[in-house]
């Protein structure tokens, strides 16, 4: 989507004296210039470097909000309620809501995502890839010059039953998705399927490192295969995880292969909880309360495994269901 296809219903002004738009929602002003993101309210303001705003914003707009909060920073963010949507400053922050100056409102989704997606387009300049690693795309500093549309709108990968199934998303090759640099050693085999007749279309394998080699993006949990509200999000890490999430349930980690670290802080006050090194075949559950931000030194696989169960926040928030996955 370009700027020019924008509903008419996201407000945008003219473009400022660096060359980009600003945009209002509700009582938030957003502003770009060239190397920051700034960001007012009616009690407030508060300024992010424009790299990091970008790729948390490519984020919370290819994930629609995701399962409960996107933290851009320590500040500002926002919280899924699967139909509306919350935009926050200060509301995660002890420090903030002490002094009352956190501000909290709420959204039909299509409002704020349209919002989201024209300042994305809007913000984001030629060269610059919100999705890429650091070390595979130019930077996103300076005046307006050109865009990164076919970048910022790629297509989510979400399998309806798995990758590889006749009709589903496709196994990767060579023409649609290059082997990434720092996965040249990974196998590229794929598994013999011998189905019986008339079950060509219900049994199917592939190799999940192979594919997962071939990924272009980081940090971008995509869904490889589907039972019932059970999906498996594998991804692709390297340098840091763009937000820092805030869970409504429990999420499960398996570490495919190389090291992140993640920082672990309780999700409504933002203090320290845990560090967690997770290694090649270890296994985490982060609970239901906590926020979580990773960083992985050298590009590495992990599969985040999603309970998609639309009663779980509710469950939670009302007791009924534990923030944790097991009791020892
Ligand atoms: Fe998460």
Known sequence: MSIDDAPSDVVSSDPNAEGYREFDLGGFHFRRDEFFAHI??????????????LRALQRDVAWDFFYGTVNFDH???????????DMFAGRFNEAYRKAELDHLENYETPL?????????DD???????????????ATPFGAKAGSNTAAVTRRRVTAARMVGVPGDEAVRTDETHPINRMFADVSQDEPEVHPEPGFENEVAAFNLFAYLSRSDVTWNPSVVSVCKNSLYCPTTEEYILPIVHGNDRVEWF?????????????????????????????????PGDIRHQGYSSKRSMLLVWENASPELPELIRTGKASVYPVEF
């Open 40 to 53: 007012s309210w009616p009690t407030g303001y508060h300024v992010m470097s424009i790299d990091t705003f």
């Open 75 to 85: 500040v500002f963010g926002t919280v899924n309620h699967y139909g509306t949507v």
């Open 112 to 120: 704020i995502r349209d919002t989201f997606k024209a300042m994305l």
């Open 123 to 137: 913000w984001t300049i030629a060269g610059f890839d919100p999705f890429a690693s650091p070390a595979e795309t």
């Open 254 to 286: 398996v570490q495919l292969s190389d090291e992140i670290v993640w920082d672990v802080q309780d999700r409504d006050t933002g203090a320290a909880r845990a560090k967690v090194t997770m290694r090649a075949g270890d296994v985490a559950a982060m």
